[in-house]
Nanobody
Framework: QLQLVESGGGVVQPGGSLRLSCAPSGFTLDYYAIGWFRQAPGKEREGVSCISSSDGSAYYADSLKGRFTISRDNAKNTVYLQMNDLKPEDTAVYYC??????????WGTGTLVTVDS
């Protein structure tokens, strides 16, 4: 079964950092654009960041620029989301997805990030 697996979530104090990973099971990420999304309790899922399959161009939600960094390591078949200076409002379940033109979109089951003192 083709799927994505997120990892790296946990509990961190405000101002701390976490690095999330997104790895596929059953396929390679080389030709897929990868996106990170999050869903906070009681809120809709929102886009966080994405990275292209071609040249590695990265895009971020305006409110997160400067704190979050997306990267991909095709050799390790993994995409990362480095999150710095975390705030309580960053608490959410973080999901990644993989998509390519004309193909299905794959989602992971999410990893929980809790920012709490």
């Amino acid at each position: 079964q083709l799927q994505l697996v997120e990892s790296g979530g946990g509990v961190v104090q405000p101002g701390g950092s976490l690095r999330l990973s997104c790895a596929p099971s059953g396929f390679t990420l080389d030709y897929y654009a990868i996106g990170w999304f999050r869903q906070a309790p009681g809120k809709e899922r929102e886009g966080v960041s994405c990275i292209s399959s071609s040249d590695g161009s990265a895009y971020y939600a305006d409110s997160l620029k400067g704190r979050f960094t997306i990267s991909r390591d095709n050799a390790k078949n993994t995409v990362y989301l480095q999150m710095n200076d975390l705030k309580p409002e960053d608490t959410a379940v973080y999901y990644c997805n993989a998509r390519r033109p004309g193909g299905p979109v794959y989602w992971g089951t999410g990893t929980l990030v809790t920012v709490d003192s």
